[in-house]
């Protein structure tokens, strides 16, 4: 049987946009709301945003979430009431335990932190949520660089709650049932996609070809529920990066 697959494109997704942020949705969130879109398996927000130099989101509260962000390009400052602060940068991936409850705030001023004259570079990252096994958790915070494992090939296991993913070099989520991996994939190169009852693509840069579903460009999507392994793969344009969760549980 093969797999369903939902192609969703970088255009149409929801959109804010104000003097400091430019986000695109691939999901419901805040004020845009699409009965039909809250959720694939169990991811429920996965944000792709540019925030302007010197800006950010101020303090903030979450609860019972996992999130994961995963910077591009640029360097995004996360302090929260736990105590825990770090600068995020391409190749480190970053969790927050919201559990019982934290506030945080990202901004993107890391030259505050070193003294140095201000960088104007925009910082472009993808923030990603998903439900934990459990609520009112320990609010917790982990951050590991992976670049190391990217820059050797292949798809990565960058965050994770599986057990077979117990022994790899990532950063672990309080969710069994969900992963994680990305790819920085060259062009006309190709890597595999996990099989599992639901997974996720998203084209983080770059274009692809999905197999059996045709390109992707920077900003695509793919839903494929009973992935089976499909090949993705760069197209001879350039280089691509890839961000995939593998999910084998679904909110419903």
């Known amino acids: ?28 969130f805040g004020p845009h709301y699409d009965p039909a879109n809250t959720h694939f398996g169990l991811l429920l927000v996965s944000n792709d945003d540019v925030v302007a130099a010197g800006s950010g989101f101020e303090t903030h509260p979450h609860r019972d979430m996992e999130i994961v962000t995963w910077v591009l390009e640029g360097a995004l400052v996360h302090q929260d009431s736990a105590g825990h602060s770090g600068v995020i940068y391409p190749g480190l991936a970053q969790r ?11 901004k993107n001023d890391a030259w505050r932190l070193t003294g140095q004259p201000a960088d104007q570079t925009p910082v472009h990252f993808v923030q990603m949520w998903v439900i934990p096994d459990e609520g009112a958790l320990r609010p917790g915070y982990q951050q590991l660089d992976v670049g190391p494992e990217l820059d050797r090939g292949g798809l990565v ?16 989520i309080n969710q069994r049932d969900a992963a994680l991996l990305v790819a920085r994939v060259g ?9 599992a009852p639901f997974v996720h693509l998203f084209v983080a840069r770059g274009s692809v070809v999905l197999e ?5 460009a920077s900003g695509d999507t793919a839903r494929l529920s009973g992935a089976q392994g499909q090949r993705v ?20």
């Open 157 to 172: 296991v960058v965050a994770s709650g599986r057990p077979e993913h117990a022994a790899a070099s990532a950063i672990r």
């Open 96 to 106: 927050m335990t919201a559990g019982s409850g934290i506030l945080h705030s990202e």
């Open 212 to 216: 059996g579903a045709g390109a992707l």
């Open 187 to 195: 062009p006309g190169e190709s890597v595999q996609l996990p099989t």
């Open 233 to 252: 793969t760069a197209t001879v344009d350039g280089p691509a990066e890839v961000l995939v969760w593998q999910m084998h549980a679904d909110l419903a």
């Open 1 to 28: 049987m093969s797999a369903a697959v939902d192609l969703r494109r970088a255009g149409d997704r929801f959109m804010t946009k104000n003097t400091w942020l430019d986000s695109r949705h691939s999901f419901s």
